[in-house]
């Protein structure tokens, strides 16, 4: 099982293709508030006891977290496996404070140039992703260029691919889950994106890919198993069932979940039942053992 920890849901970009900036409802509903710290890791410890053992953390931009040092050592000392993701705004600042408390840091990039990558996030982000490869390499960090794919993205592969060989960090492919309608590829380009995924340093999960070539949910044959897989928590502390978007829908039938391919709980959802998803979940991680 696997926790999403939304410990904020403030950021300090404005990304095209996410709505936490922009919705109100995550500044104004007492849900989405961010409780004391105290509390944060009372519900951390409950976490742990339900069976989780890995972490997320995510927003929101996490690093806008005031005490996100103290809530990643609580994490450690209780044995969790800890993960983040950032737009990479704060980390060069904030570093040193998070040093060798996360097995892997997640750093946002949309585009291999400056100029279409901070369109993209509404901020001249551009050298700072860069500087954060940096300082992360500087302090023996586990970095990985989190990639998101959408269809104007996905065109500049080949040079995302060169920008990792450049800086000798791994790449992560992240298919856009909801993008104004636009989810999803052509074949070519599913085949494009399976030949640079042979690449040593190039990773996304095949069965992503398969989902996207069926269209992602069926709410009449639900893939979701994000009840059973991951356990989402509010920055309030409260916790969220079946998932983030959906909050107290049945799993994976309702309207919102109609082609979903939201991956954070989808990734999870494969590792349970027998299909063609599960084999291919097998497979990936028996390879990167």
Not at 19 to 47: F, G, M, R
Not at 164 to 182: A, E, H, M, Q, R
Request: glycine share 4%; net charge positive.
């Amino acid at each position: 099982m696997i926790c999403q920890f939304y410990l904020t849901l403030r950021c300090n970009v404005e990304c095209e293709f996410c709505d936490v900036w922009s919705n109100p409802s995550y500044q104004k509903e007492e849900k989405y508030q961010e409780a004391p710290t105290e509390k944060i890791l009372i519900v951390l410890e409950n976490v742990r006891e339900r069976g989780v053992e890995e972490l997320h953390i995510t927003g929101g931009e996490p690093l806008l977290y005031e005490k996100l040092g103290l809530f990643l050592e609580k994490a450690k000392k209780i044995g969790l496996k800890t993960s983040l993701s950032t737009n990479c705004l704060l980390y060069p600042d904030r570093a040193e404070e998070i040093k060798g408390l996360l097995d892997t840091l997640y750093f946002s990039l949309d585009y291999p140039f400056a100029e279409e990558h901070n369109r993209s996030r509404g901020r001249p982000l551009f050298n700072k992703v860069i500087k954060s490869i940096e300082t992360a390499t500087r302090l023996k960090e586990n970095a990985v260029i989190f990639y998101t794919l959408t269809r104007d993205s996905v065109l500049y592969l080949p040079e995302m691919v060169e920008f990792c060989d450049k800086f000798n960090i791994n790449c992560y492919l992240n298919p856009v889950y909801d993008f104004s309608g636009t989810q999803g590829f052509e074949k070519a380009t599913l085949d494009s994106i399976r030949y640079f995924a042979k690449r040593k340093n190039v990773f996304i999960h095949p069965a992503v890919l398969e989902f996207i070539k069926n269209r992602g949910n069926n709410i009449a044959r639900p893939r979701c198993r994000a009840a059973e897989t991951v356990i989402t928590v509010l920055p309030s502390g409260r916790f969220a069932s079946p998932c983030f978007f959906n909050q107290a829908g049945r799993e994976g039938k309702e309207d919102i979940c109609v082609s979903c391919m939201r991956w954070p709980y989808m990734l999870p959802s494969f590792a349970v039942g027998f299909d063609r998803y599960r084999f291919l979940d097998w497979l990936y991680r028996r390879q990167k053992k």
